[in-house]
């Protein structure tokens, strides 16, 4: 077996609503092999992995996957339950997992959940599967591993997952984010946090936040000016100066008389700090320790104490306890520390609540203080310093002591945060106690501050030794997001088959208008306020969050296409509104789906990831959208569900309005908005942009969706009217059905590339300008399947008599002129007397198609990629239609009577129109 690729799905996907990653694993020996045919496989496994003995599998019940074993089950599934189950034994803590064939014998898909925080770029995953594959192989093959090689990998797999995951501080943050709903996301595998959307969101790293002031920062972060800072404002501090030299030290401690401490100007987590120090020669070492510019101060008298600030608040304080040992009369110190630091709350750095204790040369030197060694053995219940500090970070532990503060002590902290500059400030005191008031300052202070940290270690108050444990990460989101604020913008998620990219790009349109500033995802790149900072495919995850992610959004338009759900998951946890266009054959063959059945599977998670209180807009002409309403993971009924549609009597609609529900309809030549028995016309379909007088009446079931989503949203009909009326196609939705002039011969411009797309719009041209006077030029996309090019085929020979073909740029896997070919075949085979030719790439096809066409008649340009074809366009001369996109002959058909229906030819009836 080996992992043929591996990818992460980063959000909602088709399997769960939480990360997930997706394996390729290719069985190679075992492929079509069952456990069953490998005697004693199921018991020597379970002696390797006992744990896996609680699997429920598919019955649902512990012992449901024994039973898969026993009855026999392929090597695949089999791995996905040991990386689940040694995923576990290292306390990575998931569950999910489930294992697919794939259209190739013996290639399995496993999915497999991610904890929510793990960095998108994690090894983890990868090395856990791995170290699964290795085991299984290793017990079909014999005994398997023994119980040290799998303690040895287990630990070594446990130290990488510990060394990618958030600390402590960072993970309270992400905790509380998500108890109030804020969208929050670890960026890499760092830990800096993005919290919130748009003009909302907000950045946090560990404890400093993006409002921390960078003064602030560095003031504290300069030991030396911070204590004059506060000395000069009143605030006791122990008196002290700078030294640059052994020689300057001296000189304080004469000037201070001792005990002295020292410590580094510019230095963080008592790292090098000496305590009690009371001649030259320890001054001169101390100093010589710090390799760098020093501070000496007069050491004050007390306990130590850490008191957490955060937006001119007191939210915790904690006394802090130097490392140390307790004897019991027989155990060394070092055999002591080696107990201590079995604590599984204490681990390398920072990554668990408690540091593991280090003996080095300051543990010999404090040993050395007490007359003791390494190797001494103190008596029961004596007590044996390691450290002079009680930094947690060199292996001190904590007492809670928050509600014990006086008063005197709170206003003080508040004051030293609002003097430094820092909205999360971590002031360190020597207190005799912290419950006391403090005493005046008549002379040199004997207690009071000694540091402010920026970016203060959470650590003692999240998890304290002794006492209570205090949500700090809480105190700080609400410092974020004050006023129980979600930290979210408007959000609104588009997909289907057809129509998507107009939809958003309609929707931002009219969200412009009300004021907001829109930031929008489609098939042509990232549009933020209205202009592009990105041209690609941006309906994808990536995209999705570079819109929530940018500060100048108020409103997010994302198109939501299938590859990038399935590759990559969503881009986001909820929406407030989602949108289904339609659903129709296309891209089937492609990421395991087969059916449109399969297809209605993965825009489902649109539907179903609006959050509750949404609004679901689906298209009711639709019956796989109609569909949709009915999922149970969809829950219509905690969501507003609003339809669109272009058929008034359509018998769901009808009954969902007698329940009083809205809808947003065509009737009688009108774009309605309809609620309960009450209907308001809204815009005629021959006024609205795009709808050429009403020929192109897919444009009234793409308004409808918009205005739907937008006043979803909140926004005013006669707002949205007069917007709609504003919308230029040939600017704000280029390609999709846009028309231009070329001397007495019409260009249209459209990126239809699937059966329901070119029916559509072949519709909209017989309208316009009659079946016989239409010529085409051609592509059709590699990556679909031959039934369905055939089906474009079919329709492009029932609606044309005049075709030029030609190949897309990318092949996507095709053989040079296979697709050209396929579809020639297939229209010829449908209509004999077809004048078709192909042609070498869209220039050629484009000038072959206008060559053919005669006066007044209209060429069909179906294209690749818009850039190229404008440019090419240009080149030729054609032009925008300007302020006539109307044959004159149309002029009776762009009102039609009540109840009129506008048809093309027989062959084209029944094929659905384009959403």
């Known amino acids: 077996?080996?992992?043929?690729?591996?990818?992460?799905?980063?959000?909602?996907?088709?399997?769960?609503?939480?990360?997930?990653?997706?394996?390729?694993?290719?069985?190679?020996?075992?492929?079509?092999?069952?456990?069953?045919?490998?005697?004693?496989?199921?018991?020597?496994?379970?002696?390797?992995?006992?744990?896996?003995?609680?699997?429920?599998?598919?019955?649902?019940?512990?012992?449901?996957?024994?039973?898969?074993?026993?009855?026999?089950?392929?090597?695949?599934?089999?791995?996905?339950?040991?990386?689940?189950?040694?995923?576990?034994?290292?306390?990575?803590?998931?569950?999910?997992?489930?294992?697919?064939?794939?259209?190739?014998?013996?290639?399995?898909?496993?999915?497999?959940?991610?904890?929510?925080?793990?960095?998108?770029?994690?090894?983890?995953?990868?090395?856990?599967?791995?170290?699964?594959?290795?085991?299984?192989?290793?017990?079909?093959?014999?005994?398997?591993?023994?119980?040290?090689?799998?303690?040895?990998?287990?630990?070594?797999?446990?130290?990488?997952?510990?060394?990618?995951?958030?600390?402590?501080?960072?993970?309270?943050?992400?905790?509380?984010?998500?108890?109030?709903?804020?969208?929050?996301?670890?960026?890499?595998?760092?830990?800096?946090?993005?919290?919130?959307?748009?003009?909302?969101?907000?950045?946090?790293?560990?404890?400093?936040?993006?409002?921390?002031?960078?003064?602030?920062?560095?003031?504290?972060?300069?030991?030396?000016?911070?204590?004059?800072?506060?000395?000069?404002?009143?605030?006791?501090?122990?008196?002290?100066?700078?030294?640059?030299?052994?020689?300057?030290?001296?000189?304080?401690?004469?000037?201070?008389?001792?005990?002295?401490?020292?410590?580094?100007?510019?230095?963080?987590?008592?790292?090098?700090?000496?305590?009690?120090?009371?001649?030259?020669?320890?001054?001169?070492?101390?100093?010589?320790?710090?390799?760098?510019?020093?501070?000496?101060?007069?050491?004050?008298?007390?306990?130590?104490?850490?008191?957490?600030?955060?937006?001119?608040?007191?939210?915790?304080?904690?006394?802090?306890?130097?490392?140390?040992?307790?004897?019991?009369?027989?155990?060394?110190?070092?055999?002591?520390?080696?107990?201590?630091?079995?604590?599984?709350?204490?681990?390398?750095?920072?990554?668990?609540?408690?540091?593991?204790?280090?003996?080095?040369?300051?543990?010999?030197?404090?040993?050395?203080?007490?007359?003791?060694?390494?190797?001494?053995?103190?008596?029961?219940?004596?007590?044996?310093?390691?450290?002079?500090?009680?930094?947690?970070?060199?292996?001190?532990?904590?007492?809670?002591?928050?509600?014990?503060?006086?008063?005197?002590?709170?206003?003080?902290?508040?004051?030293?945060?609002?003097?430094?500059?820092?909205?999360?400030?971590?002031?360190?005191?020597?207190?005799?106690?912290?419950?006391?008031?403090?005493?005046?300052?008549?002379?040199?202070?004997?207690?009071?501050?000694?540091?402010?940290?920026?970016?203060?270690?959470?650590?003692m108050h999240l998890a304290p030794v002794h006492g209570r444990p205090r949500d700090v990460g809480d105190a700080i989101v609400r410092a974020m997001f004050p006023g129980g604020s979600d930290g979210r913008i408007p959000a609104v998620a588009i997909t289907g088959t057809n129509g998507k990219t107009t939809v958003a790009r309609l929707i931002a349109h009219l969200l412009s208008g009300s004021g907001m500033r829109a930031g929008m995802t489609s098939t042509d790149g990232v549009v933020i306020d209205g202009r592009t900072i990105q041209v690609a495919d941006a309906t994808g995850p990536r995209s999705a969050q570079m819109v929530l992610g940018d500060p100048q959004v108020e409103v997010a338009v994302l198109e939501t296409a299938r590859g990038g759900l399935l590759r990559r998951g969503l881009g986001y946890d909820w929406t407030d509104v989602g949108v289904i266009t339609n659903i129709t054959a296309d891209h089937l063959g492609q990421d395991g789906l087969d059916s449109i059945e399969d297809l209605a599977h993965v825009k489902a998670v649109v539907a179903e990831r609006v959050r509750d209180g949404g609004t679901l807009v689906l298209n009711v002409d639709d019956p796989w959208v109609r569909s949709l309403a009915d999922r149970p993971r969809v829950r219509a009924d905690r969501k507003r569900l609003v339809w669109f549609g272009m058929d008034p009597a359509n018998p769901v609609l009808t009954e969902h309005l007698a329940r009083g529900g809205a809808a947003y309809v065509l009737h009688d030549g009108w774009l309605v908005q309809a609620t309960g028995a009450r209907r308001t016309p809204l815009l005629r379909l021959a006024e609205v942009p795009g709808a050429y007088g009403g020929a192109a009446l897919h444009v009234a079931a793409n308004a409808l969706a918009a205005i739907a989503a937008a006043r979803a949203l909140g926004a005013r009909p006669e707002h949205l009217v007069d917007r709609l009326a504003e919308f230029d196609p040939s600017v704000e939705n280029p390609g999709r059905g846009t028309l231009f002039r070329l001397g007495d011969v019409s260009v249209f411009v459209d990126y239809a590339h699937n059966p329901a797309a070119l029916a559509a719009t072949l519709r909209t041209l017989h309208r316009l300008w009659g079946a016989e006077r239409c010529v085409a030029a051609v592509t059709l996309p590699g990556d679909r399947r031959d039934d369905l090019l055939a089906a474009s085929a079919q329709i492009l020979a029932d609606g044309l008599t005049r075709v030029v073909l030609y190949e897309d740029h990318d092949s996507r896997g095709r053989a040079p002129g296979e697709v050209s070919g396929l579809v020639e075949r297939e229209m010829r085979a449908r209509r004999p007397q077809l004048t078709a030719i192909r042609a070498d790439g869209y220039r050629d096809a484009v000038t072959a198609a206008l060559r053919m066409a005669g006066p007044g008649e209209v060429v069909l340009v179906i294209y690749e990629k818009w850039a190229p074809m404008r440019s090419w366009l240009a080149e030729l001369g054609v032009t925008p239609a300007g302020g006539t996109p109307v044959p004159a002959g149309f002029a009776a058909l762009s009102s039609p009577a009540p109840g009129a229906t506008l048809q093309v030819a027989r062959s084209l009836t029944g094929i659905p129109a384009r959403g």
């Open 1 to 459: 077996m080996k992992i043929e690729s591996l990818r992460r799905l980063r959000g909602p996907n088709v399997y769960l609503s939480r990360p997930a990653v997706v394996a390729r694993l290719r069985l190679d020996d075992l492929a079509g092999v069952e456990t069953t045919d490998c005697t004693g496989f199921t018991e020597r496994l379970l002696r390797a992995v006992p744990g896996l003995a609680e699997h429920h599998c598919a019955a649902g019940s512990p012992g449901g996957f024994i039973s898969r074993l026993r009855n026999g089950t392929y090597f695949g599934h089999v791995s996905e339950h040991v990386c689940i189950e040694l995923s576990q034994l290292i306390g990575r803590d998931v569950s999910f997992g489930r294992t697919v064939g794939t259209s190739e014998t013996g290639v399995y898909d496993v999915i497999m959940e991610c904890p929510i925080d793990e960095s998108p770029e994690s090894s983890v995953p990868r090395e856990l599967l791995t170290a699964a594959i290795d085991l299984v192989r290793e017990v079909h093959g014999g005994a398997g591993p023994t119980a040290r090689a799998l303690e040895e990998r287990l630990a070594g797999l446990a130290a990488l997952a510990e060394r990618e995951a958030t600390g402590p501080s960072t993970r309270s943050i992400i905790v509380a984010a998500r108890r109030r709903g804020i969208p929050v996301e670890r960026f890499d595998d760092l830990s800096l946090l993005r919290l919130g959307w748009g003009h909302r969101r907000r950045l946090a790293w560990a404890a400093m936040t993006d409002r921390t002031s960078a003064v602030g920062v560095d003031i504290a972060g300069d030991k030396h000016v911070t204590r004059r800072l506060l000395d000069e404002a009143g605030i006791p501090v122990a008196a002290g100066g700078a030294a640059e030299t052994a020689a300057d030290a001296v000189r304080l401690l004469d000037e201070l008389g001792a005990p002295v401490v020292v410590k580094p100007r510019h230095g963080r987590q008592g790292r090098d700090v000496a305590l009690h120090l009371t001649t030259a020669d320890e001054v001169s070492r101390a100093v010589d320790a710090v390799g760098g510019e020093a501070v000496v101060e007069r050491q004050l008298d007390g306990r130590d104490y850490r008191v957490l600030v955060v937006a001119g608040e007191v939210v915790a304080a904690a006394e802090r306890v130097a490392p140390h040992v307790t004897g019991d009369g027989r155990a060394t110190v070092a055999e002591l520390v080696e107990r201590v630091n079995a604590d599984p709350r204490r681990g390398p750095g920072h990554s668990r609540v408690l540091t593991r204790i280090d003996l080095d040369e300051t543990t010999d030197r404090v040993l050395s203080r007490q007359g003791r060694t390494r190797e001494s053995v103190p008596e029961t219940g004596e007590t044996v310093r390691l450290r002079e500090t009680a930094n947690l970070s060199t292996g001190g532990t904590s007492r809670d002591v928050t509600d014990q503060v006086h008063p005197d002590v709170t206003r003080l902290c508040q004051r030293v945060a609002a003097l430094i500059g820092l909205d999360i400030a971590g002031i360190d005191l020597r207190l005799p106690d912290i419950a006391a008031a403090l005493p005046p300052c008549d002379g040199p202070a004997t207690s009071g501050v000694i540091e402010v940290n920026a970016v203060p270690g959470l650590r």
